[in-house]
């Protein structure tokens, strides 16, 4: 028998091995542990829901964690949009103004950056992304005095440019959109354009970032959230409570509603809070698939 048979006769011999059985105990335990996170993530969540529909005497008299009766959610409704001439929705609108306008520039500025770093060979070219990457490493509360200092020689203190200018510059966007550009625009087909006779300009806006969409999503989305989350940096460029965003504007309630001798509003500020973090929700949920089939795409170059 030849050794060429044997192997054949063994492979033919040779039983299929037997799956090893599962361990129930580990999926019981897996299960077990996300559950507790789950139920961890959504408590604070849960609370504030229930803290919403009681006035301030019932929030420290009844249990935290379940709604009572007779309910107050209606009042505080009321009180949250009409206390202090209704004020609330000015900070609400600002809120979107800072957001909206710090989202589309950063987009619009990561993406030209983004594309020139990755399409154009210049001396100095990775110094030069290097150094503007590592200022991620800067905590903002470091930038906000030299920030306040540059406002106020030119004018913009207590002004909505103070808020909006700081937050069009994002280091982390434009290393995204470097990605971005190096994974869903091919080189030679911007190439194949010049040849064909395509200025920069319709190579840029018409051929480039229809493909690069994801990546324009993910960076306006994750800018729109750190702008409308932004609390130290209005704190410090602006003093009007009429140019205050949501974040700063609760947090001046809390203080002067509990130091000044008036009835505390907790549970306003509480309902005030859920209805700021809804602008947040739809985006996530509206645009959701563009912004995670971006972050697949640049994973694959990444």
């Known amino acids: 028998m030849?050794?060429?048979?044997?192997?054949?006769?063994?492979?033919?011999?040779?039983?299929?091995?037997?799956?090893?059985?599962?361990?129930?105990?580990?999926?019981?335990?897996?299960?077990?542990l996300l559950l507790l996170f789950c139920v961890y993530s959504l408590l604070p969540?849960?609370?504030?829901?229930?803290?919403?529909?009681?006035?301030?005497?019932q929030l420290y008299s009844t249990f935290g964690l379940w709604f009572t009766s007779p309910g107050h959610f209606t009042d505080n409704l009321q009180t949250l949009f009409t206390r202090d001439d209704g004020i609330f929705l000015r900070w609400f609108l600002n809120s979107i103004i800072y957001a909206g306008a710090s989202a589309v520039g950063s987009m619009l500025f990561a993406a030209m950056a983004g594309y020139a770093f990755s399409k154009f060979n210049f001396r100095g070219r990775d110094q030069v992304f290097n150094t503007i990457l590592a200022t991620i490493m800067v905590p903002s509360t470091a930038l906000a005095l030299p920030i306040?200092?540059?406002?106020?020689?030119?004018?913009?203190?207590?002004?909505?440019?103070?808020?909006?200018?700081?937050?069009?510059?994002?280091?982390?966007?434009?290393?995204?959109?470097?990605?971005?550009?190096?994974?869903?625009?091919?080189?030679?087909?911007?190439?194949?354009?010049?040849?064909?006779?395509?200025?920069?300009?319709?190579?840029?806006w018409q051929?480039?970032?229809?493909?690069?969409?994801?990546?324009l999503v993910t960076v306006a989305l994750f800018s729109f959230v750190g702008a409308w989350n932004n609390f130290f940096?209005?704190?410090?460029?602006?003093?009007?409570?009429?140019?205050?965003?949501?974040?700063?504007?609760?947090?001046?309630?809390?203080?002067?509603s509990s130091s000044s001798g008036q009835d505390p509003i907790y549970t306003v500020i509480v309902l005030g809070?859920?209805?700021?973090?809804?602008?947040?929700?739809?985006?996530?949920?509206?645009?959701?698939?563009?912004?995670?089939?971006?972050?697949?795409?640049?994973?694959v170059k990444g």
Do not use: H
């Not at 006769?9 to 129930?24: C, D, F, G, L, Q």
């Not at 051929?207 to 990546?215: A, K, Y």
């Not at 209005?234 to 203080?255: E, M, R, Y």
């Not at 996530?284 to 994973?299: E, I, M, P, T």
């Open 45 to 57: 969540l849960w609370w504030v829901l229930t803290t919403m529909t009681k006035n301030n005497a």
């Open 273 to 299: 809070a859920l209805v700021s973090i809804l602008p947040l929700i739809i985006a996530f949920l509206s645009l959701g698939r563009y912004w995670q089939g971006g972050l697949a795409s640049g994973a």
């Open 148 to 204: 306040f200092l540059l406002m106020q020689n030119i004018g913009l203190i207590n002004t909505y440019w103070a808020v909006i200018l700081p937050g069009l510059v994002n280091p982390f966007g434009l290393y995204l959109m470097r990605l971005f550009w190096d994974a869903g625009f091919p080189t030679e087909l911007m190439d194949a354009a010049r040849v064909d006779g395509a200025s920069e300009g319709k190579i840029f």
């Open 233 to 256: 940096l209005p704190l410090v460029v602006v003093n009007k409570d009429t140019l205050f965003p949501l974040t700063l504007g609760l947090s001046v309630w809390n203080q002067t």
């Open 207 to 215: 051929l480039g970032m229809p493909l690069v969409r994801g990546g």
């Open 2 to 32: 030849t050794v060429t048979q044997g192997f054949q006769k063994a492979e033919i011999t040779t039983a299929p091995s037997k799956p090893r059985p599962r361990r129930e105990g580990f999926s019981v335990l897996q299960f077990a």
